[in-house]
RNA sequence: GGUCCCGUAGCUCAGGGGAUAGAGCAACUGCCUUCUAAGCAGUCGGUCGCUGGUUCGAUUCCAGCCGGGAUCACCA
C-alpha cells in the first residue's frame, strides 16, 4: 500500500504537493513493476480546526458565494476563505497585545479562534447546521483536487476520509487506556508515554475529548490493517518535518498491538524551496498547482509555435500536447532529484525545456517514433552475424542491459529519480547515435534493420521507463 | 540543547571503496538543401565543506568539527 498526496480541505494543493503526488504516484508505479500488488491510496484531512477556520471565515464574510456564483474553482474559493479568517485572527492577536495581553494570550483568546474552536465541537456532536456547511465546503474542494488530479494523471484505488477514522481513532486509544497502555492527566488529556522508546510523552486526546491529528492517523492505520491484511509495506509518503510524528505514530501502533506496525514506513522526502526560503502561505508565496501545470504548458506552446513542427495538427491535438510536454517538464524536473535531499525551485528561471529535461527524452522518443514510422514493420529482418557494432551501438545496447538494475536500485531505495536519469542517459547516448550514424540511410539492409529495431528497444524502452514516473511519451513533437 | 537529513563545477543536480569525478544550465566555437536542431560535436569550469581514522587505495565507509535545513505542541 503506498499512500500520497494527504491534503488538508481547507486550501488548494501546492508545488509542495506536487512533489509528493508525484513521488508516491512513481514508486507505486516502480514497485508494480517489479512484481508487487500495489494499493494507492490517499488520506484526506477533512475534519480538524483548519476547515473549520475556513467555515467560520466564509460564515463572516462569505455572504453564501460559492463556486458556482463566483465563478472560483471549490478548493481555491475555501482556501480564500482560508487567508481571510488569517487575517482576521492576526488584527484581532494585535488588538488584544494593544491592550496589554501577551502573544500566547492574544492567540488563545481571539474570538474568531475560540469560534473556530466552539465549530470543531459542534462539528463533532454532529450539529446540524455545522455538518451541513462542511459538508457542502468539502464538497467544493473535491471537486477542484479532482480536476487538478484528473491534469496531473495521478489515480488512486481506494481513499480514506479522516472524518471516518477519527472516532475509531478515538476509540483505539480509550481501549488502550483500560488496557494500561496509555494514561490520563488530571485534567483529561489522554497520554503516551514514550520516554522508553527513546522518544516523549504524547497527548492523544484533548481535555475537552476532541481528536488531534495523531488519534485519527491511528485510526486510520487500523482501519487499513483492517481492510488490507495481507498488506506487507504500508508506505507513507510525507514530507521530512513529519519524521517525528511517524516514529511516534508507528510506535503507537506497536504498543497497541499491530504487528503491521514494523511494516509501517515514511517515505519522508524533502522539502522544495523557493530562493527565498521555504515557501508560506502566510506571505503569499506558495506555487500554485493548477497554475505552475497552465504556466509550464504554456511555454510547451510557445516553444512549439515557435518552431512551427505541429502546424499539421488540429487545435484540440496542439493543447493536449502542450499539456503532455508541460507535464514532463515539471515531473521529470521534480522526481530527477533524490527524494531525500531538498530541492529548490526558481520561478523566474522557470523549469527548463532542454537538456536534462522531460521534454528531451520526450523528443529522443519522437525521433524513434519518426524512424519507426518511415519503415514497414514487415521488412525488418536483419542478419545479425552480418552486424558489426559500432561504438554508439554498444553504448547504447549495454545501457539497455542495465534496466532491470536500475528498476530494481529504485524500488529498494524508493527512488524513482534512479529511472528518471537512466533514461535521460539512454537518451542522450540515442541522441548521438541518431545524430551522428545513417539509419534508414544505411545501405546494408541488415545492417539498416538493425538500427530501426535499435530504435524500437530504445522507443520503448524509454516509453515504459518514463511511464513508471507518470511521464507519456507524444507521438510526435 | 537532543535527534534526524543535507554539503560534489558560477547555478541546479547525478555518481560512488579503485583508473583522467559526470550531466544540464550559464559563457564561448562549430553543425539544419541530408532519418524532426526541444538536437549533435567541442571549449571553459571541481584540493567532492574541514580535520582525523579504517584501508593497498577514501570524494565514497567511520568519528569529530564547521555550514545549511527539519523536528522535539492539548498545530496539522
Not at 524508493?414 to 550514424?437: H, I, R, T
Not at 530504445?458 to 514516473?469: E, K, Y
Request: proline share 3%; with cysteine; charged share 30%.
Amino acid at each position: 500500500m503506498v499512500e500520497y498526496s494527504s491534503p488538508n480541505t481547507n486550501k488548494p494543493l501546492h508545488l509542495g504537493h506536487l512533489r509528493n503526488i508525484f513521488l508516491g504516484y512513481a514508486v507505486a508505479e516502480i514497485l508494480k513493476a517489479i512484481g508487487h500488488k500495489v494499493t494507492k491510496v490517499q488520506i484526506i484531512n477533512d475534519r480538524g480546526i483548519h476547515i473549520c477556520k475556513s467555515m467560520v471565515a466564509w460564515q463572516k464574510f462569505g455572504n453564501g458565494e460559492t463556486p458556482e456564483s463566483s465563478g472560483i474553482k471549490g478548493d481555491k474559493l475555501v482556501g480564500k476563505y482560508y487567508v481571510e479568517f488569517d487575517k482576521l485572527y492576526k488584527t484581532q492577536q494585535a488588538e488584544l497585545m494593544a491592550k496589554g495581553k501577551t502573544e500566547e494570550e492574544a492567540k488563545q483568546e481571539a474570538p474568531v479562534m475560540l469560534e473556530a474552536q466552539e465549530m470543531l465541537r459542534k462539528w463533532e456532536m454532529k450539529d446540524q447546521e455545522v455538518y451541513g456547511l462542511w459538508q457542502k465546503m468539502n464538497g467544493w474542494v473535491y471537486k477542484g483536487f479532482e480536476s487538478t488530479y484528473s491534469a496531473m494523471g495521478v489515480d488512486f484505488d481506494k481513499l480514506y476520509y479522516e472524518s471516518d477514522s477519527y472516532l475509531l481513532g478515538k476509540d483505539e486509544v480509550l481501549k488502550g487506556l483500560e488496557k494500561g497502555i496509555f494514561f490520563q492527566r488530571e485534567d483529561g488529556s489522554i497520554w503516551v508515554d514514550l520516554t522508553e522508546e527513546g522518544l516523549d510523552q504524547k497527548a492523544l486526546l484533548r481535555k475537552d475529548g476532541t481528536s488531534m491529528y495523531i488519534t485519527q492517523d491511528i485510526g486510520t492505520a487500523i482501519m487499513r490493517f483492517r481492510d488490507f491484511p495481507d498488506t506487507v509495506y504500508q508506505i507513507y509518503t510525507v514530507g521530512n518535518e513529519q519524521e517525528y510524528h511517524f516514529n511516534v505514530l508507528f510506535k503507537i501502533l506497536k504498543k497497541l498491538g499491530w504487528q503491521q506496525a514494523d511494516a509501517c514506513y515514511h517515505l519522508s522526502y524533502g522539502m522544495v524551496e523557493l530562493p527565498e526560503g521555504k515557501m508560506k502561505s502566510r506571505e503569499g508565496t506558495v506555487v500554485d498547482a493548477d497554475d505552475l501545470i497552465a504556466v509550464m504548458a504554456g511555454v510547451a506552446k510557445e516553444v512549439a509555435e515557435e518552431q512551427g513542427k505541429l502546424d499539421g495538427l488540429v487545435e484540440s491535438e496542439k493543447e493536449l500536447l502542450y499539456h503532455t510536454i508541460g507535464m514532463a517538464a515539471l515531473k521529470y524536473f521534480l522526481l530527477r532529484v533524490d527524494p531525500v535531499k531538498n530541492m529548490l525551485f526558481n520561478p523566474k528561471e522557470s523549469i527548463d525545456f532542454n537538456g536534462h529535461t522531460g521534454p528531451f527524452i520526450q523528443y529522443g522518443y519522437v525521433r524513434t517514433r519518426a524512424i519507426l514510422r518511415k519503415t514497414e514493420k514487415s521488412v525488418r529482418k536483419f542478419d545479425l552475424s552480418k552486424v558489426v557494432l559500432n561504438q554508439a551501438e554498444k553504448s547504447i545496447i549495454v545501457k539497455l542491459h542495465d534496466f532491470p538494475e536500475v528498476l530494481a536500485e529504485a524500488a529498494k531505495r524508493y527512488n524513482p529519480g534512479l529511472v528518471a536519469n537512466y533514461c535521460f542517459e539512454l537518451v542522450k547516448d540515442f541522441n548521438s547515435f541518431y545524430q551522428n550514424v545513417p539509419i534508414l540511410r544505411e545501405e546494408n539492409i541488415d545492417l539498416r534493420n538493425f538500427r530501426i529495431a535499435l530504435c524500437d528497444k530504445v522507443g520503448s524502452l524509454v516509453q515504459a521507463g518514463m511511464r513508471l514516473l507518470g511521464i507519456e511519451m507524444p507521438e510526435r513533437m
